[in-house]
């Protein structure tokens, strides 16, 4: 069996396992929550007391960040856990502060090669309105990047 061969397969087994928690995934899903969180949230609404709430969906439905994992968030004191907030008929709010709050959920992953992705983002803020974009997610020498939101135009 040819090197080619056997990468392809170690790929194609990859993206088959991608709905499973594991280090690579969390490392992408993580940027794409900081991506989105920092387009979502500029220091004009930080200032507000406003704060993000994640979840994870690694294909299966959302799931809460577990607590190793939200400690890569540490430098975002916006940040919160998904238990930290709730959703009500006019808005997300953090439970504790009552201040508004963005529901940010990142996945599943489609793996577009060993270092490039494209990930959904699902948020939401006002009401039962929630938003679904895609993320490019990459592959750096300092670790997986949040590219940011993929603008789909139609062609002209």
């Given at each position: 069996m040819n090197a080619s061969l056997i990468a392809g397969v170690i790929f194609i087994e990859a993206i088959a396992g991608s709905a499973t928690r594991d280090a690579e995934s969390d490392a992408v899903l993580s940027a794409a929550l900081e991506g989105a969180a920092l387009a979502l949230l500029p220091e004009e609404v930080q200032s507000t007391g406003a704060v993000a709430c994640f979840w994870?969906?690694?294909?299966?439905?959302?799931?809460?960040?577990?607590?190793?994992?939200?400690?890569?968030?540490?430098?975002?004191?916006?940040?919160?856990?998904?238990?930290?907030?709730?959703?009500?008929?006019?808005?997300?709010?953090?439970?504790?502060?009552?201040?508004?709050?963005?529901?940010?959920?990142?996945?599943?992953?489609?793996?577009?090669?060993r270092d490039d992705t494209r990930v959904t983002v699902v948020h939401q803020r006002a009401g039962s309105h929630t938003t679904q974009r895609l993320y490019r997610v990459v592959r750096e020498r300092r670790g997986w990047v949040s590219l940011g939101q993929i603008l789909q135009m139609a062609p002209a």
């Open positions: 994870l969906d690694y294909g299966d439905g959302p799931v809460a960040v577990p607590e190793q994992l939200l400690n890569r968030f540490q430098k975002l004191a916006f940040v919160r856990d998904s238990a930290a907030c709730e959703r009500l008929p006019e808005g997300a709010f953090e439970k504790r502060t009552g201040a508004p709050a963005y529901i940010i959920a990142a996945g599943p992953i489609e793996w577009l090669a």
